[in-house]
């Protein structure tokens, strides 16, 4: 599969009713292709009207932007593994405490400048 397909299929709100063998194809292209796993990435993200001009990365931006049902807090939920100090300036990794956090200079996926 080629990225225009893989996109054209999997970058639309109804991918989820697609089934069968494209569905096979489309899942192992997104696994293979960093491009396109990246694509579908900032796709998610500005569905949820995530501002991604405000991060170095998108894989910061979905980290340091993660939600969960059950938690407002990123510190009480044991998903979340990323957060972002504004008061300075900072990523960091939740610690294994979940009261603070281990600062990150680079993204640890891409490794881009924090």
Request: proline share 4%.
């Amino acid at each position: 599969m080629d990225c225009v397909t893989f996109r054209h299929y999997w970058l639309t709100p109804e991918h989820n009713q697609i089934t069968g063998d494209l569905r096979t194809q489309l899942i192992n292209h997104f696994i293979e292709c960093s491009v396109c796993s990246d694509a579908e990435l900032s796709y998610r993200l500005q569905q949820r009207d995530v501002d991604l001009t405000k991060y170095p990365c998108i894989h910061l931006a979905e980290y340091a932007e993660f939600y969960c049902e059950q938690h407002r807090n990123p510190f009480d939920c044991p998903d979340a593994i990323i957060a972002y100090d504004s008061k300075q300036n900072e990523y960091g990794i939740i610690h294994g405490d979940r009261s603070s956090t281990i600062k990150i200079n680079c993204c640890p996926w891409c490794g881009v400048k924090c």
